[in-house]
């Protein structure tokens, strides 16, 4: 007797079928579950900064070095050229003005200070010989007057005598007229003579002025020989600390050649080093801090030097209230300048994100800590802290500030804890 054999509803084949669908189902699920469409990474926390957005004071400042120095400085040039002779202090001397540094030898100069001694000897010697014959060229010209003088008031005692004697008709006419024309011709003769005496006179003061100016000329000239001689021996013109003394013995110096400084100790000024980016912004008045031995202090720029070299600039900065004690000329200060006032900014602290993002965005962290995706920003001013936001957070943001360097083009990081 044939058994009637029922047909199994679920057979291997089939259950194998089923499973394979569910688990291409599961597994695009898990996909669009765990990506959203967004390329993801996990990150490990403890790998990572992660930094949060605040609201508070701001000040736009920029860190730069400088280098100490004293308040002023005199430069030692050489002001005539020679081989150094003699050394009468060292390097680092504190001097007193007028002391003896050095001494130059030029045997050029020396020779001209002699010859130009000679040629104001010589120059005195003649116009003592002009003004001796200008004497007795005018003691002769007296002499002439004198005589001229005796002669007519001789004339003139005949030539009255005998104007009477030819009123009485006691002599002649011709005789009368002799005596008469003696008279006139000695008259014009004294005034001739007088005129030549003033002139000589005259010529004699302008010939003697002249020689008088000339020697003052010449004794001039040889002031100025006998100072450039004595510029030979290079002396401190203040008080002051000797640096940089760059003279050995027997070393040939050019007229003009730096031969070191005179530093004043009476106080120190900052010499600052500032990237060309920032010239626009920088100005006298402006303020900046520096730590030493655990004080902060503070400086003013009060000169601001707008030639750029090597794409840097230079400003002077001088202390505000207290000097560091113990500060020394040549010593680097680490100081913060700032170039505004204090404000109130929203403000995210600097890292290395801005490296690969240039500010545009920056991963930022959702409320429960699991996941962080990209969000777009826009940065503002930025001081050696903080940067400015201007776009895209605000206050209580958690975002990652760390180095974005090995995330590539990934969207969302999935933050986990080891």
Do not use: C
């Amino acid at each position: 007797m044939d058994r009637v054999i029922q047909k199994k509803k679920w057979n291997t084949k089939k259950i194998l079928t089923i499973a394979m669908v569910v688990l291409i189902v599961g597994l695009i699920a898990g996909s669009i579950y765990f990506t959203s469409g967004k390329s993801k990474l996990n990150v490990d926390t403890e790998r990572i900064t992660i930094s949060e957005v605040t609201k508070g004071p701001y000040k736009d400042a920029i860190p730069v070095n400088g280098i100490v120095l004293p308040v002023t400085s005199i430069y030692l040039d050489a002001t005539e050229g020679g081989r150094v002779e003699e050394k009468y202090v060292e390097d680092g001397a504190i001097m007193k003005k007028g002391q003896p540094i050095l001494k130059l030898s030029n045997t050029n100069l020396q020779l001209s200070l002699v010859n130009q001694e000679t040629s104001v000897y010589n120059l005195l010697t003649q116009m003592q010989i002009s003004r001796n014959a200008a004497q007795q060229n005018t003691v002769n010209k007296l002499n002439q007057m004198t005589d001229v003088e005796s002669q007519l008031t001789e004339s003139e005692r005949l030539y009255k005598l005998n104007k009477t004697l030819y009123d009485q008709k006691a002599i002649g006419l011709q005789e009368f007229k002799t005596s008469e024309n003696n008279y006139t011709y000695l008259l014009r003769k004294k005034k001739l003579t007088n005129q030549i005496l003033q002139q000589d006179s005259l010529s004699n003061k302008q010939q003697l002025e002249q020689a008088k100016q000339s020697y003052e000329g010449s004794q001039n000239a040889l002031t100025v020989m006998r100072k450039k001689v004595g510029d030979l021996i290079v002396r401190a013109p203040i008080d002051g600390q000797l640096t940089s003394l760059d003279a050995e013995i027997g070393q040939n110096k050019r007229e003009g050649e730096r031969l070191g400084q005179i530093d004043v100790l009476s106080g120190f000024k900052v010499r600052v080093d500032v990237d060309e980016h920032y010239i626009s912004r920088i100005f006298t008045g402006l303020t900046g801090d520096f730590t030493f031995a655990n004080k902060t202090y503070k400086l003013k720029i009060t000169k601001v030097f707008t030639q750029v070299t090597n794409g840097r600039f230079q400003v002077d900065m001088q202390f505000v209230g207290d000097i560091p004690q113990g500060i020394r000329r040549g010593q680097t200060l680490q100081i913060l300048l700032a170039l505004s006032d204090e404000t109130t900014a929203i403000l995210v602290p600097k890292g290395g994100f801005y490296q690969q993002t240039g500010g545009n965005w920056i991963f930022k962290v959702n409320e429960n800590g699991t996941m962080a995706y990209k969000v777009d920003i826009q940065l503002g001013r930025q001081n050696p802290d903080y940067y400015e936001v201007l776009q895209g957070l605000k206050p209580g943001d958690k975002v990652v500030t760390s180095s974005y360097e090995n995330y590539g083009n990934m969207q969302e990081l999935v933050l986990k804890k080891q």
